[in-house]
């Protein structure tokens, strides 16, 4: 049966410093990071506004209060990578405990605010930023990685039905690992070949990030909405693709700024008007530079979703609320 309506879909991919390690440094990207503890409860206060529903795909390491405690839930098989950089255990051992320091690597204050205001869900981004096709690391450190990460927000009162995968690296095999300890679905990419994330370094080459860049202010993969009946079960768990990245401000453009935020909102009325999902993503520390800028862009766009509620009746969802939509169909 089709949908009588769209949704407007949300997922932040919220990591701090883990889900940058490998390519920038705490000095570098010190503001985006620090910042995160300003972004999140106005990302909350601005969504409830608007009656948007957000998706805060967290990182079980920021559930942690200090390194004991991330230790003490680290499991015991650990991923072994080729390539040594992916993997954070080795940079854990460098790290020490400092008010500071902490606010780049923890979050356990901003897990309860998000986890207090009832109206978001709190996905998982596994328990170590843990990629699933990275050379070296197999399936059975993968199922100890999310363990980690239930076990750990167990302790908060939180049960994951949600994934996203890091660097939206997704592995197929591994999708029966996250049925069985209770994942329903996960953020899958769009179908265009520029957001194929199989080969890293494909996805890393300049031409490559150029075409994703340009794609942002130009039409050049499409809205990549799609209707309920498009989201299929791989392996038991539901695939709920991305339509696009929100990138952040970028004051270099800023004289194609208007022209980013009204691909989205093209992409938003597409998805009202034809009764289809818009699957928005990014990460809370993008907003954590030009924050006034980025947050007067978060508005126009939810301005626009509430034309379109009002004119299509087009609503906002979590994506296991989605998820169980789907299934009981
Ligand atoms: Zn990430």
Redesign the pocket.
């Known amino acids: 049966m089709p949908s009588k309506n769209g949704y407007l879909l949300i997922s932040l991919?919220f990591?701090l410093f883990w889900?940058v390690r490998d390519v920038k440094t705490k000095s570098g990207y010190k503001e985006n990071l620090l910042n995160v503890q300003k972004v999140i409860p106005r990302l909350l206060e601005l969504a409830d506004k608007y009656e948007v529903k957000l998706n805060f795909a967290t990182i079980g390491f920021l559930f942690a209060t200090n390194k004991k405690e991330l230790l003490d839930f680290a499991p015991s098989i650990k991923p072994t990578y080729k390539n040594s950089i992916f993997n954070p255990y080795q940079y854990i051992d460098n790290i020490d405990d400092g008010e500071n320091y902490n606010l780049y690597h923890y979050a356990p204050n901003l897990i309860d605010l998000i986890n207090s205001n009832k109206n978001h869900e709190i996905a998982t981004?596994t328990f170590s930023?843990f990629y699933v096709n990275e050379t070296g690391q197999t399936i059975e450190q993968f199922e100890n990685d999310l363990l980690a990460a239930i076990a750990i927000a167990k302790q908060k009162g939180i049960t994951f039905k949600s994934i996203v995968f890091?660097?939206n690296q997704i592995n197929e095999d591994y999708l029966s690992v996250c049925l069985k300890h209770g994942i329903t679905n996960y953020r899958g990419t769009e179908k265009h070949w520029m957001f194929d994330t199989t080969d890293t370094n494909r996805l890393e080459r300049p031409s490559h990030k150029m075409f994703r860049l340009m794609d942002a202010y130009f039409n050049l993969s499409g809205y990549n909405t799609y209707p309920l009946s498009n989201i299929k079960s791989i392996n038991g768990v539901l695939n709920i693709p991305s339509s696009k990245f929100f990138r952040p401000y970028s004051k270099s453009l800023k004289a194609l700024e208007l022209r980013r935020i009204n691909r989205v909102k093209k992409g938003l009325t597409y998805a009202a008007k034809h009764n289809e999902i818009y699957h928005m993503w990014w990460?809370p520390h993008n907003f954590g530079a030009n924050i006034e800028e980025n947050f007067n862009n978060l508005e126009t766009i939810f301005k626009h979703f509430t034309t379109l509620k009002r004119d299509y009746s087009f609503n906002s969802l979590t994506m296991s609320e989605i998820a169980s939509i789907v299934n009981a169909k």
């Open positions: 991919d990591e889900g981004h930023h890091p660097r990460h």
